[in-house]
C-alpha cells in the first residue's frame, strides 16, 4: 500500500442537492471501480459543512488516474453523472503515502 | 467502519523542512496513537504540490477528538512537536463516510 496514489477531492454539492449527489455517486461508484488500477474509493460527507464531500481514491499509479481514467470513454458518464452537483468545481490532489 | 469519524487536514509545512516535520511526526504518531478512541492514521504528501501533507485520522466518536485528544496533555507535547512546521495553520474537518 505504501507506494498506491491517493487522489483527493473535497467536493462543494450545490446546498439541497445533496441527497440527489449520494445516488448519483452509487451509480457512478462502479464506473470507476471497474478501471485497470483502481484500488478503492470512500466517500465521506463533511460534519462542519453538510455540502461538502470528501472523495478518496488509491490508484496503483498516477497514470491510472491520469490519463488512464481521466482519458476513458467511462469517464464522460462519470461526468455526466456527477460534475453538475459541484459549485465551485473540486480541485483534485494526488498523494503518496508517508513512510 | 461506516459510523467512525474521519479527521481531515491539509497541512502546508514551511518549504525546505519537510524532512524534518516528517522526523517529528514520526515521533507525535505515537502520542496519537495511544488516545483512546484513536483507531488509524495515515500521512500523505502531495504530488503537486510537496510542502502539502494530508493527515487523516478515524476516530471511534467526534468527542474522542474533540475534546478528547484536544483537551488532553498529550496534545500539548503533539502540537509542541507539529504546530511549528505550519504556515499558514491547517483548517481541521469531519467527516463520516457515506454508505
Redo the contacts between chains.
Keep these: 500500500m505504501g507506494r498506491v496514489?491517493?487522489e483527493?477531492a473535497i467536493l462543494p454539492v450545490v446546498p439541497g442537492r445533496e441527497a440527489e449527489f449520494?445516488s448519483a455517486?452509487a451509480e457512478a461508484r462502479a464506473i470507476i471501480a471497474g478501471m485497470p488500477g483502481f484500488v478503492d474509493l470512500?466517500?465521506?460527507?463533511?460534519?462542519?459543512?453538510p455540502n461538502?464531500?470528501?472523495l478518496?481514491v488509491h490508484w496503483e499509479r498516477?497514470e491510472d488516474h491520469d490519463p488512464g481514467f481521466r482519458g476513458s470513454p467511462e469517464y464522460a458518464r462519470w461526468r455526466e453523472l456527477l460534475h453538475g452537483f459541484y459549485e465551485p468545481f473540486p480541485v483534485v490532489?494526488?498523494?503518496?503515502?508517508?513512510a
Excluded at 490532489?93 to 508517508?98: A, G, I, L
Design positions: 496514489i491517493l483527493h449520494e455517486f470512500t466517500l465521506s460527507r463533511s460534519i462542519e459543512t461538502e464531500y470528501l478518496l498516477l490532489e494526488h498523494f503518496r503515502e508517508v
